[in-house]
């Protein structure tokens, strides 16, 4: 998986196995790509979250776009305390729902094949994805 995505890398001109190998950590996918690739995958949603932030801040102080030109002052309110409170009050009934799902009925959402033993000698005939990924195996 690893080798053959860094590998597109490779097509682009001039610094492409450069590129690939600065990726590698090396001159093959060893720890050092394991390593690398972890921390990406750890920390790319901590920058998304802080470039949203940063994006709201700016809608904020701007504000967005109207092509019309027309002045819509009149018709704001203020975001705090009448749309916070409702996005917090949102979060928590969020939270305390799929908290109380967690702790009171942790396997209603499970797979019973979780609670067959491991047989490394059988493979299961019903192997399937998970929901969220049957319109990508459907296309196979």
């Known amino acids: 998986g690893a080798t053959v995505i860094t590998n597109l890398l490779s097509a682009v001109p001039y610094v492409g196995d450069t590129l690939v190998q600065w990726i590698w950590g090396g001159f093959s996918v060893d720890n050092a790509t394991l390593t690398r690739f972890f921390a990406f995958h750890f920390l790319f949603p901590f920058v998304i979250a802080a470039v949203t932030v940063l994006h709201l801040l700016f809608l904020h102080e701007t504000g967005s776009n109207n092509p ?73």
Not at 77 to 88: C, E, R
Not at 91 to 106: G, K, Y
Not at 110 to 119: K, L, M, S, V, Y
Not at 122 to 132: D, G, N, S
């Open 68 to 140: 019309a030109g027309l002045n819509s002052d009149a018709d704001k309110i203020s975001f705090h305390p009448y749309f916070s409170y409702k996005d917090l009050l949102g979060f928590v009934i969020l939270l305390m729902s799929l908290t109380s799902l967690a702790l009171f009925s942790p396997n209603l959402l499970g797979d019973p094949e979780n609670f067959t033993p491991a047989n490394p000698l059988v493979t299961p005939p019903h192997i399937k994805p998970e929901w969220y990924f049957l319109f990508a195996y459907a296309i196979l």
